[in-house]
């Protein structure tokens, strides 16, 4: 049985990447509103992954016995001033991300419990890989500046991202 205190802090976790989810989910609705559905799918892919993480806690938390307690999950913001603007929130967002799975991990070592320290391994390289990805896109957005046919051409391989669920 896990701790109340890990307890606690999963099911805060829960939370935040459920906002995560909305946060990109909203993102992607804006950049489909200014004519980049390429980057929209990218983003709602994102939303996607953000979920399979909430589920990943939740299922974690239920197998060692805890219990789930979802709270409201915060508003995102609706309006955006544009695609460079998104990416540095998106990746301003992982880092935070990644300090929050960073806490979980300090608490597990904490509480000397191996198996939520063995499970949350995934969740720090798999942030490791989040801002990476976050990183790459700004900095092709920097690249392709204000050309048009840049954008054009990112927003078609953007558009390539498919989901896949994690293991
Ligand atoms: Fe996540
Ligand atoms: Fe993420």
Redesign the pocket.
């Known amino acids: 049985m896990i701790s109340s205190k890990l307890q606690d802090a999963i099911n805060e976790q829960i939370n935040k ?1 459920l906002y ?1 989810e909305y946060l990109y989910f909203s993102m992607a609705a804006y950049l489909e509103r200014i004519g980049l559905p390429g980057f929209s799918i990218f983003m709602r892919v994102q939303a996607q ?2 979920h399979a ?1 909430a589920v990943k806690f939740y299922d974690y938390l239920l197998e060692r016995q805890g219990k789930i307690v979802l709270k409201a999950i915060d508003a995102p913001e609706v309006d955006f001033e544009s695609p460079q603007e998104i990416f540095e929130k998106t990746y301003e967002h992982e880092q935070y ?1 990644t300090g929050l799975i960073n806490n979980l991990m300090t608490i597990s070592i904490k509480e000397n419990d191996y198996a939520a320290q063995s499970f949350l391994k995934w969740f720090i390289d798999e942030q490791v890989e ?1 801002e990476a990805s976050m990183d790459k896109v700004l900095a092709q957005l920097k690249l392709v500046s204000d050309d048009g046919k840049g954008m054009y051409l990112l927003d078609k391989e953007l558009g390539t991202r498919v989901f896949t669920p994690p293991v």
């Open positions: 990447e995560s992954e953000e993480h991300v989040e």
